[in-house]
C-alpha cells in the first residue's frame, strides 16, 4: 500500500506537469495571437488565466501538506521546496501571457512597425526558453537547464535592440506612439518571460545537482 506521503508526491509532479503543459500553451497563444494577427487566440489566453490560477492554488496547498505529513529529506525535500518556486514562475508566465494579450487586444488593427522590430525573433528566442526549461522540468535534465541559463542574456540583448528599433519608427511616425507604447510593454514582458524560464531552469539543476547556479545573486547584491 502507497504511503500518504508518496500519495501526495504523486499529486504534486501530476499537477505541477499538466500546469507547465497549460502555461506553455498560454505562452504559444499569446505569441501566435501577434505573429497571425490574431485575437482570437488573445481571447484565448485570457480565458484561461483560471485555470492557471487553480492549479497555482492546488500546487501550493499539495506542497503545504506534504510539509505537514512528515519531514522530508534529501531529494525529496529539494524537490518540494523547488515546486513552490517552479509553481510561483509558471504563474508569473501565466499572468505574463495575459498581459500580452490584453495588450493584443487594445490594439486595434496590425501595427505598420510589426515587420521592423525583429518580433518573430524575440518570439522564437521566448518559446524557446519557456519550452526547454519546461522539458527540462519535466524530463530532470540539468544539462536542458543550463541551456536555458545560457539564453537569458542573449534575449535580454535582442529585446533591447528591438526596443530601440521601436523607438526609432515611432519618432519617423509619431501617429503609431499609442500602438508603440502597448509593443514596449509587450517586449518587456517578453524579456520577464526569459527571466522566469531562467528561473526555472535554476530550480531544475537544483533538483538534480543539489547545488544552486543562481548565477545573477552577485549582480542582485551590488
Given at each position: 500500500?502507497?504511503?500518504?506521503?508518496?500519495?501526495?508526491?504523486?499529486?504534486?509532479k501530476?499537477?505541477?506537469?499538466?500546469?507547465?503543459?497549460?502555461?506553455?500553451?498560454?505562452?504559444?497563444?499569446?505569441?501566435?495571437?501577434?505573429?497571425?494577427?490574431?485575437?482570437?487566440?488573445?481571447?484565448?489566453?485570457?480565458?484561461?488565466?483560471?485555470?492557471?490560477?487553480?492549479?497555482?492554488?492546488?500546487?501550493?496547498?499539495?506542497?503545504?501538506?506534504?510539509?505537514?505529513?512528515?519531514?522530508?529529506?534529501?531529494?525529496?525535500?529539494?524537490?518540494?521546496?523547488?515546486?513552490l518556486?517552479?509553481?510561483?514562475?509558471?504563474?508569473?508566465?501565466?499572468?505574463?501571457?495575459?498581459?500580452?494579450?490584453?495588450?493584443?487586444?487594445d490594439?486595434?488593427?496590425?501595427?505598420?512597425?510589426?515587420n521592423?522590430?525583429?518580433?518573430?525573433?524575440?518570439?522564437?528566442?521566448?518559446r524557446?526558453?519557456?519550452?526547454?526549461?519546461?522539458?527540462?522540468?519535466?524530463?530532470?535534465?540539468?544539462?536542458?537547464?543550463?541551456?536555458?541559463?545560457?539564453?537569458?542574456?542573449?534575449?535580454?540583448?535582442?529585446?533591447?535592440?528591438?526596443?530601440?528599433?521601436?523607438?526609432?519608427?515611432?519618432?519617423?511616425?509619431p501617429?503609431?506612439?499609442?500602438?508603440?507604447?502597448?509593443?514596449?510593454?509587450?517586449?518587456?514582458?517578453?524579456?520577464?518571460?526569459?527571466?522566469?524560464?531562467?528561473?526555472?531552469?535554476?530550480?531544475?539543476?537544483?533538483?538534480?545537482?543539489?547545488?544552486?547556479i543562481?548565477?545573477?545573486?552577485?549582480?542582485?547584491?551590488?
Open positions: 500500500m502507497d504511503r500518504p506521503f508518496d500519495i501526495q508526491m504523486e499529486k504534486l501530476t499537477k505541477l506537469f499538466k500546469m507547465c503543459s497549460l502555461v506553455d500553451e498560454q505562452v504559444n497563444y499569446a505569441i501566435k495571437s501577434i505573429e497571425e494577427w490574431n485575437k482570437d487566440y488573445a481571447k484565448i489566453v485570457i480565458e484561461r488565466d483560471s485555470r492557471v490560477d487553480k492549479f497555482d492554488d492546488k500546487i501550493d496547498r499539495i506542497c503545504q501538506k506534504l510539509f505537514a505529513l512528515t519531514q522530508p529529506v534529501a531529494v525529496d525535500l529539494r524537490f518540494i521546496m523547488s515546486a518556486r517552479i509553481n510561483v514562475n509558471l504563474e508569473r508566465i501565466g499572468d505574463l501571457s495575459v498581459n500580452i494579450a490584453r495588450n493584443v487586444l490594439i486595434k488593427g496590425k501595427p505598420k512597425f510589426l521592423k522590430i525583429d518580433f518573430k525573433e524575440n518570439a522564437r528566442m521566448t524557446y526558453m519557456i519550452k526547454n526549461s519546461i522539458d527540462s522540468f519535466i524530463n530532470t535534465d540539468s544539462d536542458l537547464a543550463k541551456s536555458v541559463l545560457n539564453l537569458d542574456e542573449k534575449l535580454d540583448d535582442l529585446v533591447h535592440e528591438s526596443i530601440d528599433k521601436l523607438i526609432k519608427e515611432l519618432k519617423e511616425n501617429e503609431l506612439i499609442e500602438d508603440g507604447i502597448k509593443f514596449y510593454s509587450i517586449y518587456q514582458d517578453m524579456e520577464r518571460l526569459g527571466d522566469h524560464a531562467t528561473n526555472i531552469g535554476e530550480e531544475v539543476y537544483f533538483i538534480v545537482k543539489a547545488e544552486s543562481r548565477h545573477r545573486a552577485d549582480q542582485e547584491e551590488d
